[in-house]
């Protein structure tokens, strides 16, 4: 499939908050984007930084707002991680992480004194000064920190929230230890993509909302990075970023008119 400035696109990475919904509700275009992907016999991969909900849990919500979308069509940060801690053996863990997101971790036992790693998500409204101070001692003890992702911050219906970045940078100043970011814009997250879609990264595009994340991360692995102008876009911080597209998108309905043409 060619598309215009980004030549012959095999393949496609989508996030999906602030592009294909936004507060639970399917974002215009999103559901009929589903189903030309799906009908489209081209490879394609939903990819979400998303720390709150297992896989399972989170095509179970997309499906409650029409989207269509099966767990094995979705690749998060916490399948990221979970395979970078397979690698690492059987290591305790101490998840910062919300009930729901810990299930995609029960492989793993679980200790807040002897930890071998903390992992960073998010715990909603459950941040306190508590855990984070445990989570301290730990990295002071030689644990290794692993956080979901970076983010500044994500769309909300209320506006733009606080992400979990403030917490791993906050971390990282106070312990002198670097987190390893596993979700975008790692590079090891976007291998562990192209290797389920079977495509080099030059015949792969990203689109998403995020300019860093999703774009310039895309970008840094050789992908092609799609900027969709929804959910937390905003064009001042694009322009203060520097960060140029290599296409950008009104929304996420302009994929399905690529797929129809």
Known sequence: MVMDGLGDIKGLLLDLNGVFYVANRALPGAVATVEALQESGLPYRFVTNNTTESIQSLSQGLKSMGLPIDPVEIISAPYAA?????????????PLLSENAQQDFAEFPIS????????????????????????FRLVMQGAQVIALHKGKFWQWEAGLQLDIGAFVVGLEYATDADALVVGKPNPFFFKMALAELGLPPEQVAMVGDDIEADVAGAQGAGLK???????????????????????????????????GS
Do not use: C
């Open 112 to 135: 807040d004194t002897q930890a071998d790693v903390v992992v960073i998500g998010d715990m909603g409204d459950e941040w306190n000064y508590r855990v984070l101070n445990r989570a």
């Open 82 to 94: 979970v395979l970078h801690l397979r690698q690492m053996g059987q290591p305790k863990i101490y």
């Open 225 to 259: 990075g799609v900027l969709v102008k929804t959910g937390k876009y905003r064009p001042h911080f694009v322009d203060l970023l520097g960060i140029q597209p290599d296409l950008e998108l009104e929304s996420i309905s302009a994929i399905a008119t690529w797929l």
